[in-house]
T-cell receptor
Framework: DTGVSQDPRHKITKRGQNVTFRCDPI?????LYWYRQTLGQGPEFLTY????????KSRLLSDRFSAERPKGSFSTLEIQRTEQGDSAMYLC???????????????FGSGTQLSVL | GESVGLHLPTLSVQEGDNSIINCAYS??????FIWYKQESGKGPQFIID?????DKRQGQRVTVLLNKTVKHLSLQIAATQPGDSAVYFC???????????FGKGTRLSVIA
Protein backbone atom coordinates (compact mmCIF):
# COMPACT_ATOMS: atom_id res chain seq x y z
CA ASP A 1 0.00 0.00 0.00
CA THR A 2 1.59 3.25 -1.18
CA GLY A 3 -0.69 5.51 0.85
CA VAL A 4 -2.53 6.87 -2.21
CA SER A 5 -6.21 5.93 -2.04
CA GLN A 6 -8.64 5.86 -4.93
CA ASP A 7 -12.38 5.43 -4.81
CA PRO A 8 -14.22 3.57 -6.20
CA ARG A 9 -12.04 0.62 -7.26
CA HIS A 10 -14.50 -0.32 -9.97
CA LYS A 11 -17.22 1.65 -11.75
CA ILE A 12 -19.67 0.33 -14.30
CA THR A 13 -21.80 2.91 -16.05
CA LYS A 14 -24.00 3.29 -19.06
CA ARG A 15 -22.94 5.36 -22.03
CA GLY A 16 -23.94 8.98 -21.60
CA GLN A 17 -23.78 9.01 -17.81
CA ASN A 18 -21.39 11.19 -15.80
CA VAL A 19 -18.85 9.62 -13.44
CA THR A 20 -16.59 11.06 -10.77
CA PHE A 21 -13.54 9.45 -9.21
CA ARG A 22 -11.77 10.51 -6.04
CA CYS A 23 -8.10 10.37 -5.11
CA ASP A 24 -6.58 10.95 -1.68
CA PRO A 25 -2.82 11.45 -2.02
CA ILE A 26 -0.10 10.88 0.54
CA UNK A 27 -0.74 13.68 3.02
CA UNK A 28 2.52 15.63 2.75
CA UNK A 29 2.71 15.39 -1.04
CA UNK A 30 2.23 18.64 -2.93
CA UNK A 31 1.74 17.22 -6.41
CA LEU A 32 -1.10 15.05 -7.63
CA TYR A 33 -1.32 13.40 -11.05
CA TRP A 34 -4.02 11.67 -13.05
CA TYR A 35 -3.10 9.03 -15.62
CA ARG A 36 -5.17 6.70 -17.79
CA GLN A 37 -4.16 3.16 -18.63
CA THR A 38 -5.70 0.84 -21.20
CA LEU A 39 -5.01 -2.87 -21.39
CA GLY A 40 -1.49 -3.67 -22.52
CA GLN A 41 -0.30 -0.06 -22.46
CA GLY A 42 1.68 2.09 -20.11
CA PRO A 43 -0.03 4.86 -18.14
CA GLU A 44 -0.89 7.94 -20.19
CA PHE A 45 -0.65 11.36 -18.54
CA LEU A 46 -3.86 13.40 -18.28
CA THR A 47 -3.35 16.29 -15.87
CA TYR A 48 -1.63 17.32 -12.65
CA UNK A 49 -1.83 19.74 -9.73
CA UNK A 50 0.69 21.44 -7.53
CA UNK A 51 -1.18 22.12 -4.34
CA UNK A 52 -4.55 23.42 -5.61
CA UNK A 53 -3.25 24.81 -8.91
CA UNK A 54 -3.81 22.75 -12.05
CA UNK A 55 -0.55 23.22 -13.93
CA UNK A 56 -1.25 21.16 -17.03
CA LYS A 57 -4.57 20.16 -18.50
CA SER A 58 -4.02 20.26 -22.24
CA ARG A 59 -3.56 16.48 -22.25
CA LEU A 60 -7.05 15.78 -20.95
CA LEU A 61 -8.62 13.67 -23.62
CA SER A 62 -11.55 15.94 -24.38
CA ASP A 63 -13.62 18.72 -22.84
CA ARG A 64 -15.73 15.98 -21.24
CA PHE A 65 -12.86 15.41 -18.81
CA SER A 66 -12.22 17.74 -15.89
CA ALA A 67 -10.32 17.55 -12.62
CA GLU A 68 -10.27 19.54 -9.43
CA ARG A 69 -8.19 19.74 -6.28
CA PRO A 70 -10.03 22.45 -4.38
CA LYS A 71 -8.10 22.49 -1.11
CA GLY A 72 -4.83 21.08 -2.29
CA SER A 73 -5.52 17.72 -0.71
CA PHE A 74 -7.86 15.22 -2.38
CA SER A 75 -8.73 15.45 -6.07
CA THR A 76 -11.65 14.43 -8.25
CA LEU A 77 -11.70 13.47 -11.91
CA GLU A 78 -15.02 13.79 -13.69
CA ILE A 79 -15.99 12.40 -17.06
CA GLN A 80 -19.21 13.74 -18.50
CA ARG A 81 -21.35 11.95 -21.10
CA THR A 82 -19.22 8.82 -20.95
CA GLU A 83 -18.43 6.88 -24.11
CA GLN A 84 -17.38 3.27 -24.53
CA GLY A 85 -13.89 4.46 -25.45
CA ASP A 86 -13.52 5.93 -21.97
CA SER A 87 -13.33 2.42 -20.53
CA ALA A 88 -9.90 2.19 -18.89
CA MET A 89 -8.06 2.21 -15.58
CA TYR A 90 -7.75 5.73 -14.15
CA LEU A 91 -4.70 6.05 -11.95
CA CYS A 92 -3.85 8.74 -9.46
CA UNK A 93 -0.32 9.40 -8.26
CA UNK A 94 1.22 11.84 -5.82
CA UNK A 95 4.70 13.15 -5.25
CA UNK A 96 6.69 15.56 -3.15
CA UNK A 97 8.52 17.90 -5.45
CA UNK A 98 12.02 18.35 -4.11
CA UNK A 99 13.43 21.51 -5.64
CA UNK A 100 16.91 20.67 -4.44
CA UNK A 101 17.33 17.33 -6.13
CA UNK A 102 14.81 17.76 -8.93
CA UNK A 103 13.83 14.12 -8.48
CA UNK A 104 10.14 13.42 -8.40
CA UNK A 105 9.09 9.91 -7.49
CA UNK A 106 5.45 9.25 -8.24
CA UNK A 107 3.54 6.94 -5.93
CA PHE A 108 0.44 5.43 -7.50
CA GLY A 109 -2.88 4.32 -6.10
CA SER A 110 -4.56 1.10 -7.18
CA GLY A 111 -6.70 2.89 -9.72
CA THR A 112 -10.37 3.04 -10.64
CA GLN A 113 -11.39 0.61 -13.36
CA LEU A 114 -14.13 2.18 -15.48
CA SER A 115 -16.34 0.11 -17.74
CA VAL A 116 -18.77 1.97 -19.98
CA LEU A 117 -21.54 -0.22 -21.36
CA GLY B 1 10.06 -6.41 -29.35
CA GLU B 2 7.27 -3.86 -29.70
CA SER B 3 3.94 -4.37 -28.01
CA VAL B 4 0.83 -4.01 -30.13
CA GLY B 5 -2.50 -3.73 -28.38
CA LEU B 6 -2.72 -6.54 -25.86
CA HIS B 7 0.55 -8.16 -26.83
CA LEU B 8 3.25 -7.13 -24.40
CA PRO B 9 6.79 -8.35 -24.85
CA THR B 10 7.18 -11.26 -22.46
CA LEU B 11 10.23 -12.54 -20.65
CA SER B 12 10.05 -15.99 -19.09
CA VAL B 13 12.72 -16.96 -16.59
CA GLN B 14 13.33 -19.88 -14.28
CA GLU B 15 13.02 -19.20 -10.57
CA GLY B 16 16.44 -18.39 -9.17
CA ASP B 17 17.85 -17.13 -12.47
CA ASN B 18 18.67 -13.49 -13.14
CA SER B 19 16.30 -11.39 -15.27
CA ILE B 20 17.17 -8.50 -17.55
CA ILE B 21 14.40 -6.23 -18.78
CA ASN B 22 15.27 -3.66 -21.42
CA CYS B 23 13.81 -0.30 -22.33
CA ALA B 24 14.58 2.11 -25.14
CA TYR B 25 13.62 5.61 -24.05
CA SER B 26 12.59 8.31 -26.44
CA UNK B 27 13.90 11.69 -25.38
CA UNK B 28 17.63 12.46 -25.32
CA UNK B 29 16.86 15.37 -22.97
CA UNK B 30 15.47 13.04 -20.29
CA UNK B 31 17.48 13.28 -17.11
CA UNK B 32 15.62 11.08 -14.66
CA PHE B 33 14.36 7.52 -15.05
CA ILE B 34 12.24 5.22 -12.94
CA TRP B 35 11.38 1.53 -13.15
CA TYR B 36 7.91 0.52 -12.00
CA LYS B 37 6.41 -2.90 -11.33
CA GLN B 38 2.70 -3.43 -11.91
CA GLU B 39 0.85 -6.48 -10.70
CA SER B 40 -2.57 -7.41 -12.01
CA GLY B 41 -5.29 -5.12 -10.68
CA LYS B 42 -2.84 -2.78 -8.94
CA GLY B 43 -1.20 0.52 -9.70
CA PRO B 44 2.47 0.82 -10.70
CA GLN B 45 4.86 0.34 -7.78
CA PHE B 46 8.18 2.23 -7.60
CA ILE B 47 11.22 -0.07 -7.80
CA ILE B 48 14.32 2.02 -8.45
CA ASP B 49 15.34 5.28 -10.06
CA UNK B 50 18.44 6.75 -11.65
CA UNK B 51 19.55 10.20 -12.73
CA UNK B 52 21.32 10.85 -16.02
CA UNK B 53 24.60 11.70 -14.32
CA UNK B 54 24.90 8.05 -13.29
CA ASP B 55 25.20 4.90 -15.38
CA LYS B 56 24.44 2.33 -12.69
CA ARG B 57 22.49 2.15 -9.49
CA GLN B 58 21.86 -0.82 -7.23
CA GLY B 59 19.05 -1.63 -4.89
CA GLN B 60 18.02 -4.76 -3.08
CA ARG B 61 18.21 -7.52 -5.73
CA VAL B 62 17.77 -4.94 -8.50
CA THR B 63 20.23 -2.98 -10.60
CA VAL B 64 19.43 -0.30 -13.15
CA LEU B 65 21.87 0.45 -15.98
CA LEU B 66 21.68 3.57 -18.11
CA ASN B 67 23.36 4.00 -21.49
CA LYS B 68 22.71 7.55 -22.65
CA THR B 69 24.62 7.09 -25.89
CA VAL B 70 22.02 4.68 -27.25
CA LYS B 71 19.14 5.84 -25.00
CA HIS B 72 18.84 2.47 -23.33
CA LEU B 73 17.81 1.52 -19.84
CA SER B 74 17.83 -1.93 -18.30
CA LEU B 75 16.59 -3.49 -15.08
CA GLN B 76 18.38 -6.49 -13.71
CA ILE B 77 16.70 -8.64 -11.10
CA ALA B 78 18.90 -11.10 -9.26
CA ALA B 79 17.65 -14.53 -8.16
CA THR B 80 14.20 -13.99 -9.65
CA GLN B 81 11.31 -15.13 -7.48
CA PRO B 82 7.68 -15.99 -8.30
CA GLY B 83 6.63 -12.75 -6.62
CA ASP B 84 8.57 -10.84 -9.27
CA SER B 85 6.04 -11.89 -11.92
CA ALA B 86 4.44 -8.67 -13.14
CA VAL B 87 4.55 -6.09 -15.91
CA TYR B 88 7.55 -3.77 -15.71
CA PHE B 89 7.55 -0.22 -17.09
CA CYS B 90 10.36 2.25 -17.52
CA UNK B 91 9.47 5.92 -17.22
CA UNK B 92 11.45 9.03 -18.17
CA UNK B 93 11.31 12.68 -17.23
CA UNK B 94 13.01 15.74 -18.67
CA UNK B 95 12.56 17.71 -15.48
CA UNK B 96 10.80 20.95 -14.71
CA UNK B 97 7.05 20.80 -14.97
CA UNK B 98 6.89 17.97 -17.47
CA UNK B 99 5.10 14.75 -16.58
CA UNK B 100 6.67 11.33 -16.23
CA UNK B 101 6.33 9.50 -19.56
CA PHE B 102 5.92 5.73 -19.53
CA GLY B 103 7.29 3.30 -22.05
CA LYS B 104 5.66 0.10 -23.24
CA GLY B 105 5.79 -2.56 -20.59
CA THR B 106 7.41 -5.97 -20.45
CA ARG B 107 5.68 -8.91 -18.82
CA LEU B 108 7.97 -11.01 -16.63
CA SER B 109 6.84 -14.58 -15.99
CA VAL B 110 8.74 -16.61 -13.43
CA ILE B 111 8.63 -20.36 -13.86
CA ALA B 112 8.77 -22.20 -10.56
Amino acid sequence: DTGVSQDPRHKITKRGQNVTFRCDPISEHNRLYWYRQTLGQGPEFLTYFQNEAQLEKSRLLSDRFSAERPKGSFSTLEIQRTEQGDSAMYLCASSLLNRGSGNEKLFFGSGTQLSVL
Amino acid sequence: GESVGLHLPTLSVQEGDNSIINCAYSNSASDYFIWYKQESGKGPQFIIDIRSNMDKRQGQRVTVLLNKTVKHLSLQIAATQPGDSAVYFCAENIGGNTPLVFGKGTRLSVIA
